[in-house]
């Protein structure tokens, strides 16, 4: 049972998972990813992480404009796989896709379901100060990540772990997880459970603009928005009416006194120190001007001439 899958992935975050299976003596019939897209300054046409894996070892790679296309479903559906797996795919699956296989589709969602459902659940997870997530194998159906949950893996959030950092950790427990949910499958343990949907969250997916900094936030806050956003979109500003980005930094308690929020306080231990919400402080360890190196902070400040009293905007 569960012998015959098909693997549906396409950023670095699958490719643990596709390593784990084949290790695992589960090569899939064939690797489904999305086509080359153009990337890098020159703009080429670059593959995804999970095509360029699969091709380095020869699995038969498909790479689909969209998978509702009557000519993928008719060759998805002649391979007569037992089970898909999927994991941060990219394209909603159509009803005949999730019908193909006989056990169905199983995905591997990087939250403990029904807690942020949707596309960016380890931001979601650190914007809400959350100090624990996991990852959850689940069974697809038409709903956004609503299906019923087969198997969770929870870990604690470490308090300066970033978006990426944590990513890397989740896809790991994943694939591990992928791996024991189809065994429990071969060997009919598994029995699927209900979300609850009163406890559902949501987590919708990023964009650029999210990355602009709220300095009427509490400095805990700011940080936990950092952390979320790095390494993407990452956290911007203006400053005398140019952007930039502000590269990591650390909340600094109640320095922030009575200025208003976003006032340069002056440096501080090597970091620049801005007023936040609620009298606290955010301080910024590094800095970068687009076009420009990332600078140190007091590089940043003494190249900038700053002054303590002057404000982001």
Known sequence: MAGRLLFFGTPAFAVPTLEALCAAGRA???????????????????????????LAR????????????????????????EVAVVVAFGQIFPPALLRIPVHGCINLHASLLPRHRGAA??????LAGDRRTGVTTMLMEEGLDTGPTLLQQGTPIAPRETAGELAERLAALGAGLMVRTL???????LEPRPQVESEATYAPRLRR??????????AERLFDRLRALTPWPGLHAVLRDRPVKLLWGRPAGAAGRDAPPGTILGIQDERLLVACGGGSAF????????????????????????????RFG
């Open 209 to 218: 603009e999210d990355g602009a900094v709220d300095w009427s936030l509490e």
């Open 28 to 54: 899939p019939l064939a690797v489904v990813t999305q086509p080359a897209r153009p990337a890098g300054r020159g703009r080429r046409d670059r593959q995804p992480p999970v095509a360029e894996w699969a």
């Open 183 to 189: 065994d429990a499958l071969a060997a009919g343990r």
């Open 58 to 81: 020869g699995l038969e790679l498909s790479q689909p404009e969209r998978v509702r296309d009557p000519a993928f479903l008719e060759r998805a559906a002649a391979l007569a796989p």
């Open 283 to 310: 301080a910024v360890d590094r800095l970068q001007r687009p076009g420009r190196r990332a600078l140190p902070a007091p590089e940043f400040a003494n190249g900038e001439r700053l002054r303590p009293g002057e």
């Open 121 to 126: 659940p380890v931001q979601a997870a650190l």
